[in-house]
């Protein structure tokens, strides 16, 4: 199974894809981040995004996509741009014919490290781990895109889906 998670944002989108082996390991296919110019408009960034998930499924084929939630924003001119840029994706997906898993921060940190209050260098180390990767994936929006991928496939093969 193979996995996108989305680190949903519209100046930086983190991504990456995630491969559940056959000796039930995880892999790290790719990851990244898709930028947008802070010149553009609002629309044509959103469109952009939309464009660039839409090419990494194409390219990938995978069989879900997982999402990071928006859970809390101290800034409300932080959360409605988020907001926006989680939609695109998430109907990126729908068109693309992928199932949409959504999963709050505190969620995905259950998943990866078994404590949903491990702080940041704890996810990343543990992505590492569980991935076998050399080194900390960067940045810190490819990082919790991984992690969202492998927080989807757990739960798409949990029993209790």
């Given amino acids: 199974m193979i996995a996108i998670g989305i680190d949903p944002g519209t100046a930086t989108t983190g991504y990456g894809i995630v491969k559940k082996e056959k000796d039930n390991t995880f892999s790290c296919i790719d990851y990244g981040v898709i930028t947008t110019t802070k010149e553009s408009p609002c629309a044509s960034r959103l469109f952009s995004l939309g464009e660039k998930v839409s090419l990494l499924i194409k390219k990938y084929s995978p069989d879900i996509l997982a999402?990071?939630?928006?859970?809390?924003?101290?800034?409300?001119?932080?959360?409605?741009?988020?907001?926006?840029?989680?939609?695109?994706?998430?109907?990126?997906?729908?068109?693309?014919?992928?199932?949409?898993y959504e999963f709050t921060p505190l969620e995905i940190k259950m998943s990866i490290t078994g404590y949903g209050k491990a702080d940041k260098k704890q996810m990343q180390e543990m992505i590492k781990i569980t991935l076998a990767l050399e080194e900390i994936p960067s940045p810190d929006d490819a990082a919790d895109a991984l992690g969202a991928a492998v927080s989807g496939i757990i739960k798409k093969e949990s029993p209790f889906e």
């Fill in 67 to 100: 999402i990071e939630n928006i859970y809390f924003f101290k800034n409300i001119k932080t959360v409605i741009p988020v907001s926006q840029a989680k939609g695109v994706v998430m109907a990126t997906a729908h068109k693309e014919g992928l199932p949409v």
